[in-house]
């Protein structure tokens, strides 16, 4: 059995959410790129099913970069995971993991110079595409360990259409639809991708309830997979630094059913998110 693995975990996997929060962006004065973002984040899970992970608790550091630019956004993460778990739990051993996205989407209203705004539509994307890559130490490990046959390489490539949405309350309400195929099965499938951000403040302190949903459809023989991570963050930037939207802190529960394509195999994960931009 071949099995495909989507990612394991991200603050947004969609490429509009840093943009809908603002947070910490730069205006340029490029003609091409209007602002960008970018950022680190630090998260710290437990409660990960073993044996497909190997270790019940796993940190993962991310870079994540954003742009808006003349013909759309473009979204870009890596994973780099087990920085400080590798090698815990016994055999067979967590390894050192990297996982990426690169998202280009071109924006309706962008490229026609024409506001794209329908009733809630907000804005509409004629392509959205995404690249997905990686290699996984602690899969192949598994592999070894369990004779299995999960994917370790990672390499899926997603095609298809986006909308924004206009939703009071939501700095971010977006849903793209994707024909997905991986590298490495003999077919293809579909998935839907969600991502929201909605912030809200109780007294003094600033917070944002943000995240992402994927439901992709079985491909070869893999099942039908539903992966989730909401969040809860709260601002700090502007109680540490003295300015807002620089520094995050907060917990993300990763949801995962059928997890990397395996029926009946599922995740709940609460983490810790430190969250930072420069």
Avoid at 46 to 73: C, K, M, Q, V, Y
Avoid at 123 to 144: A, H, M, V, W
Avoid at 219 to 239: F, I, M, R, T, W
Wanted: glycine share 8%.
């Amino acid at each position: 059995t071949t099995v495909a693995c989507s990612a394991i975990t991200l603050l947004v996997s969609c490429s509009v959410l840093n943009a809908g929060t603002a947070s910490s962006m730069e205006e340029t004065n490029d003609p091409f790129f209007q602002f960008t973002s970018t950022s680190l984040t630090y998260l710290y899970g437990f409660n990960w099913d073993t044996p497909f992970s190997p270790s019940s608790d796993r940190d993962i550091i991310t870079l994540e970069h954003f742009n808006a630019n003349r013909l759309g956004d473009f979204f870009l993460f890596i994973d780099f995971m087990n920085i400080t778990t590798e090698n815990r739990g016994g055999p067979p051993d967590s390894g050192f993991d990297i996982y990426g996205e690169a998202s280009p989407r071109f924006s309706l209203s962008k490229l026609t110079g024409k506001p794209a705004k329908l009733g809630i539509i907000k804005d509409f994307y004629p392509y959205s595409g995404t690249f997905e890559f990686g290699r996984s130490k602690s899969l192949e490990n598994i592999n070894n360990e369990y004779d299995a046959g999960i994917d370790t390489t990672q390499l899926r490539q997603l095609h298809g259409i986006a909308v924004d949405f206009d939703i009071p309350g939501f700095t971010v309400a977006t849903l793209n639809a994707y024909w997905r195929d991986d590298f490495d099965i003999e077919s293809s499938t579909w998935q839907l991708t969600a991502a929201w951000a909605v912030p809200f403040s109780i007294r003094d302190f600033d917070f944002v309830f943000k995240g992402f949903a994927d439901l992709a459809g079985s491909e070869g023989e893999l099942e039908a997979q539903y992966h989730a991570s909401p969040q809860l963050v709260l601002d700090l930037g502007d109680k540490i630094f003295g300015k807002k939207k620089v520094l995050y802190v907060g917990t993300e529960v990763d949801i995962w059913w059928n997890e990397y394509g395996i029926k009946d195999q599922d995740d709940i994960v609460p983490q810790l998110i430190l969250h930072g931009y420069f």
